[in-house]
């Protein structure tokens, strides 16, 4: 087996293990990062890596220049440590990227995999526990996501991205032979969305719902898109059912406390108040301490207490590094929306739908697992892009 096929499967696996063990998976990256740099030599196309990451690597920069002014340095390089992923993606998929014609696809069913088998270890011992005491919260939010150590959020994106997925290759691509099993995969992740996710998970989805429903209204029907609009219908009516029960039955009003709601309007504004500086913001290593003063002085220590966050990574991004580092996140999302636009790749767009909702209502690249996810999905979509950009001039 050749060096570059090698490099090509750890990639698929890398994928691969991103929902299963961020502990797994970031060590396979440094190792990734490694071998692609030693493996290509002055085979690597810096020119191609630049091109694909451009966006990310001033990102990244950004964050580093935070440093400089911050005075927690131990915290920033913390900070700086989460966001590697900015860099080694990137690095990965150049390095790969002439391997495979189809490594997009792929990559998405890998990592597609790890996520259905990442529910399913979640599931089964949600049912185990279950057993043993009877007490239902295990099938919900974070009980259910810490077996496999993730966050419900980033979990539910996870799911979500998948979800979305699924239902393009339903509507656009997938042989009739294989609807069955598109289908069945629908309903499984939608199932499992449900029990990690909260109001904020949903929203996100409706988005890609309320695409595909429009084509269907507006476009000639054939049995391959009133199947998808039949899942889709059948999927909003279950997260309305289960809805209701949450909200009436007394066995599941415990449950009620673990939705994602907080008081969003009052972190937002906390995150702009305490802002000091519009241009530069508080500093890489500085948005905890001097997020926390402002949350005590102003009497919300429970805020302080918790160390939340502002809960929206443009308002985070914003008081952390200023309006240079909300110039750079912006640029990092849409730059793959504008050459999706120009080239009419519905699925990119369609992918980063849930990326915008969820950058008002979370910080996504606040841990390691939403860093190399938007580093993952990114790239991904990126290198397609500037592959279809190529082939324009050629």
Not at 24 to 44: E, K, P
Not at 309 to 316: D, K, L, S
Request: hydrophobic residues 50%.
């Amino acid at each position: 087996m050749k060096k570059s096929q090698i490099s090509t499967y750890l990639f698929y696996f890398f994928c691969f293990s991103i929902p299963l063990s961020p502990f797994v998976n970031a060590r396979l990256q440094f190792m990734l990062v490694i071998s692609t740099i030693l493996l290509a030599g002055s085979r690597f196309s810096f020119r191609l890596w630049w091109r694909q990451s451009w966006d990310l690597t001033l990102l990244f920069f950004v964050l580093l220049l935070g440093l400089i002014y911050s005075s927690d340095i131990s915290l920033g390089l913390r900070q700086l440590e989460t966001s590697l992923s900015l860099l080694g993606v990137p690095i990965i998929v150049a390095g790969v990227a002439s391997c495979s014609n189809r490594l997009r696809p792929h990559a998405f069913y890998a990592f597609g995999l790890g996520v259905v088998v990442a529910s399913f270890i979640c599931l089964a011992r949600a049912i185990f526990l279950f057993l043993q005491s009877g007490d239902w919260s295990v099938f919900f939010y974070t009980q259910f996501t810490n077996t496999v150590s993730s966050h419900p959020t980033y979990f539910a994106y996870y799911v979500i991205f998948c979800c979305t997925y699924t239902l393009y290759k339903l509507y656009y691509e997938l042989p009739a032979s294989f609807v069955v099993g598109g289908v069945s995969a629908a309903i499984y992740l939608f199932i499992i969305l449900l029990l990690t996710g909260g109001q904020t998970a949903f929203i996100s989805l409706l988005l890609v719902f309320s695409f595909f429903i429009s084509k269907y209204l507006l476009e000639e029907k054939t049995r391959r898109t009133s199947t998808v609009a039949l899942v889709i219908v059948f999927l909003s009516l279950g997260w309305v059912g289960l809805t209701i029960l949450l909200q009436t039955n007394d066995l599941f009003s415990a449950l009620q406390g673990q939705n994602d709601y907080w008081e969003r309007l009052t972190l937002w504004n906390s995150a702009f108040s305490a802002s000091s500086n519009i241009w530069v913001g508080v500093g890489t290593g500085d948005y905890l301490t001097v997020l926390n003063e402002y949350y005590r002085s102003h009497e919300m220590s429970e805020f302080a207490r918790k160390n939340m966050n502002a809960h929206n990574e443009f308002i985070q991004v914003y008081f952390s590094n200023g309006l240079l580092g909300l110039i750079a996140l912006i640029l990092a999302i849409g730059r793959p929306l504008y050459l999706a636009t120009r080239h009419r790749d519905v699925l990119t767009i369609l992918l980063y739908f849930p990326f915008l909702l969820y950058g008002v209502t979370e910080v996504f690249l606040g841990r390691y697992q939403g860093v190399v996810f938007f580093g993952f999905a990114h790239q991904l979509c990126i290198s397609h892009l500037v592959a279809l950009d190529s082939r324009r001039f050629l």
